[in-house]
């Protein structure tokens, strides 16, 4: 059994900046890929960006290319969302996945544990 714990979130003013972290326990954290997706009230979950195992490559939706940054520390068994520029329609609840495969996804359905979800806000 996997356990994903999301912290990070909150309320900031558009232009300002988050650092999410999911921490990971439960399986060998450095095999697998990791993904963050975000939902927002009354749509659905969504693709932000992406992790290879090693950290080697990553994927970012359109919507937050060149302004998110996600990393991953092996050692401590965590990835990271570093949110910059941040825009009143980033505001949703970001959820960390963990993949079974090693290689990055976009898809939701390639991703088999999830964490209970941070809350970001963004105010106009």
């Known amino acids: 059994q996997v356990q994903l714990v999301e912290s990070g979130g909150g309320l900031v003013q558009a232009g300002g900046s988050l650092r999410l972290s999911c921490a990971a326990s439960g399986r060998s954290f450095s095999v697998y890929a990791m993904g963050w997706f975000r939902q927002a009230p009354g749509k659905e979950r969504e693709f932000v960006a992406t992790?290879?195992?090693?950290?080697?490559?990553?994927y970012y939706a359109a919507s937050v290319k060149d302004r998110f940054t996600i990393s991953r520390d092996n050692a401590k068994n965590t990835v990271y969302l570093q949110m910059n520029r941040l825009k009143p329609e980033d505001t949703a609840v970001y959820y960390c996945?963990?993949?079974?495969?090693?290689?990055?996804?976009?898809?939701?359905?390639?991703?088999?544990?999830w964490g209970q979800g941070t809350q970001v806000t963004v105010s106009s």
């Open positions: 992790i290879d195992w090693k950290g080697t490559n990553t």
């Open positions: 996945g963990s993949s079974p495969w090693a290689h990055y996804s976009d898809r939701v359905n390639e991703y088999d544990y």
